[in-house]
């Protein structure tokens, strides 16, 4: 009888943990307040003034805010979206891209220039933050 007690005991305290867990990880899941969206293929450019040609690449992810449908917006306005970065990206100067500062500038305009056709087209705020994943300058 002892030991069919203390079995008892055992899988209630299974059960109640078990149960826990299962809420601890909803909640976890339900506390995710943004996603990453890549955007693909990486911007190829070429920038700078008159002389020799410099070319720029750089891959980009994009902090989605907590939204149902952000990820198929973003995707149904990216050729608007490329088209702003591509040319924002040929506007730089070599002195621009040279410093942190300047790279670290040049990601905020595109993060506005990104917020900016989103919040046209749709009026809502779907962009968080832009990340430069991967940034390459041929001089």
């Known amino acids: 009888m002892r030991l069919f007690i203390i079995r008892l005991l055992l899988i209630s305290i299974a ?3 078990g149960a826990y867990a299962s809420e601890e990880a909803e909640g976890e899941k ?3 307040s943004s996603e990453y969206f890549e955007i693909k293929p990486a911007l190829i450019t070429n920038y700078g003034g008159p002389g ?3 070319f720029l690449k750089v891959e980009i992810s994009l902090r989605l805010d907590k939204d149902a449908e952000a990820s198929s917006l973003v995707m149904h306005h990216m050729p608007h ?3 702003e970065l591509v040319m924002l990206f040929s506007r730089q100067s070599e002195d621009n891209l040279a410093t942190m500062q300047g790279k670290e500038q040049l990601r905020q305009d595109a993060l ?3 917020q900016k056709v ?3 087209e749709e009026h809502k705020k779907l962009v968080g933050d832009l ?3 991967n940034f390459v300058i041929q001089h």
């Open 81 to 83: 979206i490329r088209h």
């Open 131 to 133: 990340l430069f994943t």
């Open 118 to 120: 989103l919040e046209t």
């Open 15 to 17: 059960v109640i943990t």
């Open 112 to 114: 506005s220039a990104v």
């Open 30 to 32: 339900a506390s995710v």
């Open 52 to 54: 020799p040609i410099h």
